[in-house]
């Protein structure tokens, strides 16, 4: 970085809170000699106190996950005119706000597509093989002394429901496909030129599914999109994935379902309570869980963080954006 | 056909197959007899064909016990456990499940991969002790575009590599010979490949040869940051080393379905966070077991009806 004199001539972006990885084996991973972060959050003044009194001609944001951007949070920033995220998601982003005050959003974009996608496969494949059990069952001592454990289910053939078949959605198809699985999807409209089919209702999915793969965002439309209705459809033989947010299934109603066998199994990265889990889940045997942790690879934190950084640089020299997003 | 004597060699734990034998065919379980000599001597003008799997086939000496024995079905594709040679120079009939299987198995050595890679059951574990509430579970290492070797080109082999290249793995094979028309990268020795890939895996068959293919200087080569996949057999390893390997961190991590002396399973693993233990589950679906054991009994059935066998080896 430059001498602190040449510091204070760099434009500001505006960190609330300290984005995971931040620093990734004790180093930085956001720098740039383009711009400097205003951190409210190393700051003793409350939030809003704070960006009352320094972020008034801020002009750029860097909003991680945890970092929810509404009019009370707007309110404090005039100038403000982009806003970058780490994550792919939007939901803690007021979409509509942002868009009145001309403020533009780049997110993620890619970066984490791969890995959500290897983590929804790995969930499936989990579930299906009872792998994650599997290898509880075997460090127990009990292949010895209890013998072999239960068959699991073949992926050949299955027919695969993606609920929501954007960058994340599609990824999971293609890998899905090459275990010969036949692919499905819900989405808010057909995408053009995709061959699989569509169906305009996620309970007309679900019924034609025997695993549901959630990679949609959370948003009104979407809050508990799957619900008692669609559970029954997915039947007592189907299986679910989210990847998503935990907001889009109804997590009573799924836990009821798990618990009675009217469905088969789920593979959960994400939960309505984080980091609570129910605990009625941790018992089930069919049912495999991970801590919000599918974009969490060394790999990709470090890619999303040059994308960060380039994102701002790019702004910051007038120039296009790496990965603008647009309302579609 | 129900007064032809058939031999299960193996443990009976597949209920779908042992019905169906017991319904054509007199079927004696080798593993609940008590003095397996005597039953052996005092059945053996009336033995006429064996039916093993990946545990126990027919050796040398029990063939040599059997005179009157014309064929073994193996509820398997892997051939180790039986004495090919002594059959074809007996002339008795061989036949194994090949086909079937092998998307089961490959899918299975994918499941590994990112189970390893991505600590899928070490994080359900963090779930369920209720760790997630004091923090957030480490960051893993990403499964996608990470090179992967695979040991043996056959069926099994081209399949995990099919499944691989969806997750822009590049693929690169060591072989007794190189392929032709493969575009995978080949390596002329597996201390090469293992040098030259984050993920190898055994998808090659057990024989004399292929025995501890994965020695020391193949786990050396492989290193701290490599992960080993082994759906073969368990003999394919020298399981001492990489147990030791694995403790010491030179190696980065395994996935295992097979081992020396199933069912057990080195203690020094159970503790392991980047090692995932499965007990020899690679066929093991509802689907395949029972397509397994058609084949089987379909064999059997085309042999001692003159008919052509479903999926002869010998």
Redesign the interface.
């Known amino acids: 970085m430059g001498s602190p004199a040449a510091d204070e001539d760099l434009p500001q972006v505006l960190l609330i809170r300290n984005p995971?990885?931040f620093t990734?084996d004790g180093e930085e991973q956001f720098t740039s000699a383009k711009f400097r972060f205003l951190k409210a959050f190393e700051s003793t003044l409350p939030p809003h106190d704070f960006l009352a009194a320094r972020a008034q001609s801020v002009r750029a944001m860097l909003a991680s996950g945890g970092a929810v951007v509404d009019a009370s949070v707007l309110q404090f920033l005039p100038e403000l005119r982009l806003i970058v995220t780490t994550t792919a998601g939007l939901n803690q982003l007021d979409l509509p706000e942002c868009r009145r005050r001309g403020i533009r959003i780049a997110n993620a974009g890619d970066v984490y597509s791969?890995?959500v996608?290897?983590?929804a496969?790995?969930?499936l494949?989990?579930v299906?093989?009872?792998?994650?059990a599997?290898?509880?069952?075997?460090?127990?001592?009990f292949?010895?002394s209890k013998?072999?454990?239960p068959?699991?289910?073949?992926?050949?053939g299955k027919r695969i429901g993606i609920v929501g078949l954007g960058r994340i959605g599609y990824q999971v198809a293609?890998?899905l496909?090459?275990?010969?699985c036949s692919i499905a999807y819900n989405s808010r409209k057909a995408k053009p030129g995709v061959s699989y089919p569509f169906y305009q209702e996620v309970q007309e999915l679900a019924a034609k599914s025997d695993a549901l793969i959630l990679c949609c965002g959370l948003t009104e439309q979407t809050r508990h999109m799957i619900n008692k209705e669609v559970l029954a459809a997915l039947g007592k033989d189907g299986v679910i994935v989210n990847i998503a947010r935990g907001g889009v299934i109804d997590e009573k109603e799924m836990v009821r379902c798990l618990m009675e066998g009217e469905i088969a199994g789920a593979g959960l990265d994400v939960f309505e309570n984080?980091?609570?889990?129910p605990k009625e889940l941790?018992e089930l045997d069919n049912v495999?869980?991970?801590?919000?942790?599918a974009v969490?690879?060394?790999?990709?934190?470090l890619d999303v963080a040059r994308l960060v950084v380039g994102n701002l640089e790019a702004f910051f020299s007038n120039e296009p954006l790496l990965s603008e997003y647009e309302d579609d | 056909m129900e007064s032809i004597s058939v031999l299960m060699t193996c443990p009976p734990?597949h209920p779908y197959l042992v019905e169906a034998l017991e319904k054509r065919f007199t079927l004696h379980k080798l593993d609940s007899v008590p003095d397996k000599p005597q039953f052996l001597s005092s059945h053996r003008d009336s033995i006429r064909a064996v039916v093993g799997n990946a545990a126990a086939g027919a050796d040398a000496e029990l063939i040599d016990q059997l005179p009157k024995l014309e064929i073994v079905s193996s509820y398997s594709v892997g051939l180790d456990k039986i004495d090919l040679a002594k059959c074809k120079e007996k002339g008795i009939r061989v036949t194994n499940t090949p086909d079937v299987l092998t998307?089961?198995v490959a899918?299975?050595a994918?499941?590994?991969m990112?189970?390893v890679l991505?600590r899928?059951?070490e994080?359900?574990?963090?779930?369920?002790s209720g760790l997630?509430?004091k923090g957030?579970?480490?960051?893993?290492?990403?499964?996608?575009?990470k090179t992967v070797g695979i040991i043996g080109l056959g069926r099994i082999g081209m399949a995990i590599a099919?499944?691989a290249?969806?997750?822009?793995c590049p693929i690169s094979y060591f072989s007794r010979s190189q392929k032709p028309g493969i575009n995978y990268k080949y390596h002329p020795s597996v201390v090469d490949l293992a040098a030259n890939c984050d993920i190898l895996v055994v998808a090659c068959a057990l024989t004399p040869e292929t025995r501890h293919i994965i020695n020391r200087e193949v786990i050396d080569a492989l290193g701290p940051k490599g992960v080993l996949i082994n759906i073969g057999r368990g003999p394919h390893v020298d399981e001492a080393e990489l147990v030791s390997a694995l403790v010491e961190g030179r190696l980065g991590g395994a996935g295992l379905d097979v081992f020396q002396d199933?069912?057990?399973?080195p203690?020094e693993?159970?503790?392991l966070e980047n090692v995932?233990?499965?007990?020899?589950?690679g066929s093991?679906?509802?689907?395949?077991?029972q397509a397994m054991a058609d084949l089987v009994v379909g064999n059997l059935e085309a042999h001692f009806l003159n008919k052509p066998l479903l999926t002869p080896v010998v």
């Open positions: 995971p990885a990734i791969a890995d996608a290897d983590c496969v790995g969930l494949i989990d299906l093989r009872k792998i994650s599997c290898n509880r069952y075997v460090k127990q001592g292949w010895a013998g072999d454990y068959l699991g289910s073949k992926l050949r293609k890998r496909e090459a275990f010969g984080e980091p609570d889990a941790m495999v869980m991970s801590p919000h942790c969490f690879t060394r790999e990709s934190l | 734990v998307d089961d899918d299975l994918l499941g590994l990112l189970a991505r899928l059951c994080s359900d574990r963090y779930v369920r997630w509430k957030d579970y480490k960051l893993t290492t990403k499964f996608s575009g099919q499944r290249e969806a997750f822009s199933e069912p057990n399973v203690e693993l159970f503790k995932v233990l499965l007990p020899h589950v093991g679906t509802v689907e395949t077991r």
